[in-house]
Structures are given as structure tokens and as C-alpha cells.
């Protein structure tokens, strides 16, 4: 348990310092997970109760997978890397601009609270990956990518960042 203690202290001391990524969240998401697997361990295996222990560890196992799906990674990452940036924190617009539709309307809203510095990477990838037609056809569509270019198509050439010098990723 102090493992998973020690492991869960070093996430969060990661995501203070760095932000939330894709897998940090889901190392998180992990140790949750294994900590309700081991109580589960206390309260099943340790008690003569060998039976439900399988049972309740895949039970916990769909609980965080039904959380991540209710959550949708890529939406909170852009959260909680767009709140870090307004309060001054360190901020990754590269690694923002990188995720998939699910963020786009997370960062749509969250733009104006931007500095214009911090704001041109991410307005330049919602140009550049949002407005331009999706390869394969009927077979490749989805929700999240349709909602994308449905929100980008009105505001093309409002968003840009022209003259605005972007400095290089760290």
C-alpha cells in the first residue's frame, strides 16, 4: 500500500509540475484502480471470502474504465492544462494542440482566457487540423471529429495568430 501511496504522491507532484498528460491521467486512473483492488483483497481474500474477489476486482476495473469513458481524457487534459496557463503555470501548448476532437471544444472556450502567445499554437492547430476535409471517407467519421469541424468551419480566419512569433517547445 505504501507503494501505491508513494506512486500516487509522484503523479500528483508530476501534474503540479507538468500538467495533465494522457498518461498521467491513466497511471492515475491505474492507481486508483489497484488501491480498491488491494482493499478489496483486505475485505474478500483475507476474510475467507475467496469467491467474490474476482468478481469485485473486474467490477472496479469497469468502474474506472465507465469513469475514464464519463470524463473523456482528452476534453479534462485540456481543462486542466488551459487553467494551469491562465493562473501562470508552465503550459504545453504542442502537447494540447496534439489531442484529438474530444479537446476541441474545451479549447475553443478556453481561447479568450489565453494569453495571445499561448493561444496561437492551439488556434493554429484548430485552423490547420480542423478545417480541412477528413481522409477516408464515410468509414472514418465519427461524433467527436464532426463536432470538431462544426464549431472550427464559422470561426476560420477570426482565430489567427498572424506576426506572432510562437517560441520553440521545450
Same mark, same amino acid.
Given at each position: 500500500?505504501?507503494?501505491?501511496?508513494?506512486?500516487?504522491?509522484?503523479? #500528483?507532484?508530476?501534474?503540479?509540475?507538468?500538467?495533465?498528460?494522457?498518461?498521467?491521467?491513466?497511471?492515475?486512473? &491505474?492507481?486508483?484502480?489497484?488501491?480498491?483492488?488491494?482493499?478489496?483483497?483486505?475485505?474478500?481474500?483475507? +476474510?475467507? #471470502?475467496?469467491?467474490?474477489? &474476482?468478481?469485485?476486482?473486474?467490477?472496479?476495473?469497469?468502474?474506472?474504465?465507465?469513469?475514464?469513458?464519463?470524463?473523456?481524457?482528452?476534453?479534462?487534459?485540456?481543462?486542466?492544462?488551459?487553467?494551469?496557463?491562465?493562473?501562470?503555470?508552465?503550459?504545453?501548448?504542442?502537447?494540447?494542440?496534439?489531442?484529438?476532437? %474530444?479537446?476541441?471544444?474545451?479549447?475553443?472556450?478556453?481561447?479568450?482566457?489565453?494569453?495571445?502567445?499561448?493561444?496561437?499554437?492551439?488556434?493554429?492547430?484548430?485552423? #490547420?487540423?480542423?478545417?480541412?476535409?477528413? #481522409?477516408?471517407?464515410?468509414?472514418?467519421?465519427?461524433?467527436? %471529429?464532426? +463536432?470538431?469541424?462544426?464549431?472550427?468551419?464559422?470561426?476560420?480566419?477570426?482565430?489567427?495568430?498572424?506576426?506572432?512569433?510562437?517560441?520553440?517547445? +521545450?
Amino acid at each position: 500500500m505504501s507503494v501505491l501511496a508513494s506512486a500516487a504522491f509522484r503523479m #500528483k507532484l508530476y501534474q503540479d509540475a507538468y500538467g495533465l498528460t494522457e498518461q498521467r491521467l491513466y497511471v492515475s486512473v &491505474v492507481i486508483v484502480w489497484l488501491t480498491v483492488v488491494l482493499l478489496w483483497l483486505v475485505l474478500t481474500v483475507l +476474510r475467507d #471470502k475467496h469467491e467474490s474477489f &474476482v468478481f469485485g476486482t473486474l467490477l472496479a476495473g469497469l468502474a474506472c474504465i465507465a469513469a475514464l469513458h464519463v470524463l473523456n481524457p482528452h476534453a479534462l487534459i485540456a481543462r486542466v492544462n488551459t487553467d494551469r496557463a491562465t493562473t501562470g503555470a508552465e503550459y504545453d501548448g504542442s502537447y494540447v494542440s496534439s489531442l484529438s476532437a %474530444d479537446a476541441v471544444p474545451t479549447l475553443l472556450a478556453r481561447l479568450g482566457q489565453l494569453s495571445v502567445v499561448e493561444r496561437c499554437r492551439p488556434t493554429r492547430m484548430l485552423e #490547420k487540423r480542423w478545417t480541412v476535409e477528413r #481522409k477516408g471517407g464515410w468509414r472514418s467519421w465519427n461524433q467527436s %471529429d464532426w +463536432r470538431a469541424r462544426r464549431m472550427v468551419a464559422p470561426l476560420v480566419g477570426t482565430l489567427s495568430c498572424p506576426g506572432i512569433e510562437v517560441p520553440a517547445r +521545450r
